[in-house]
């Protein structure tokens, strides 16, 4: 069973026919703030799936039906193998589109009738029932992995990312940081506007670096600011307290004004710029 698979697994009751939900936004009845995202998850070894596409079929058009029943309309559900959001949905007047991780296709009555409550009527309550669920279940979140997370080499022509991790860790976090790290792949070579040097995955807590930074003219003291700086996001994950995500509060850049090199790695990368977009 791949996540393709899975994302294309989607069930309409009393419908036409079964078609793919599209991505879902979450609405909130009139007068009341858009109801969050389930999606509290947790790191996990990937494991491997077992059932068949038929058997999930047939698990996953029973749950539709249950779900159909008990708010007395048609539901639309697409089950999906989404590492960060559990459940998303779309209410309409006539149908709900919903998305549910593959986790709750053996849930029992009571959380069938949170996920009811909390996308079909709005009941922000059911919220906290389904989030305590989900982290019950972590052990079947993230069972399949793309081919890319699992290729994760720190090695590279110029830099050693294990290396430049490895003192990093000691030198400012006292060893506190649990990540792998390695190089990106390169992309296809067109013109950019803007390029991503790193970036931290909570989920696999894995972090990437760009390899237009491999290169024996990119300084190793700006190699290990970026490494640096991903690693601060595990200590200062992205909020959104505000309304609005912000992914480096201010006790992020806070910290980050500490790294010994700080205004000589900003200097260099506004310098350099041009030449890292070229890749």
Known sequence: ??????????????????????????????????????????????????????????????????????????????????????????????????????????????????????????????????????????????????????????????????ALYNGVNEAYFQNAIQARIGWGRMPPRRRRKSIRLGVYDHQTREIRIHPALDKPDVPAFFVEFIVFHEMLHQLFPSSNRTGRRVHHPRAFRERERTYPHYAAALRWERENLGTLLRG
């Open 1 to 162: 069973m791949t996540p393709e698979a899975f994302r294309q697994m989607s069930l309409f009751p009393r419908g036409s026919s079964a078609e793919r939900a599209a991505t879902s936004a979450q609405r909130a009845p009139e007068g009341q703030a858009p109801l969050p995202p389930r999606n509290r998850v947790a790191e996990e070894a990937p494991r491997v799936l077992t059932a068949s596409r038929e058997e999930l079929w047939t698990r996953a058009e029973s749950l539709a039906w249950r779900l159909s029943a008990n708010l007395g309309m048609p539901v639309r559900l697409a089950v999906t193998d989404n590492r960060s959001t559990m459940v998303s949905f779309r209410r309409g007047s006539q149908v709900l589109q919903l998305r549910l991780h593959h986790m709750f296709l053996d849930a029992p009555e009571g959380i069938v009738r949170a996920v009811a409550d909390y996308a079909g009527r709005g009941h922000r309550a059911a919220g906290a029932l389904l989030d305590e669920y989900i982290r019950g279940q972590q052990p079947l979140i993230r069972q399949l992995r793309r081919e890319s997370d699992a290729e994760l080499n720190p090695l590279g022509r110029c830099f050693d990312l294990r």
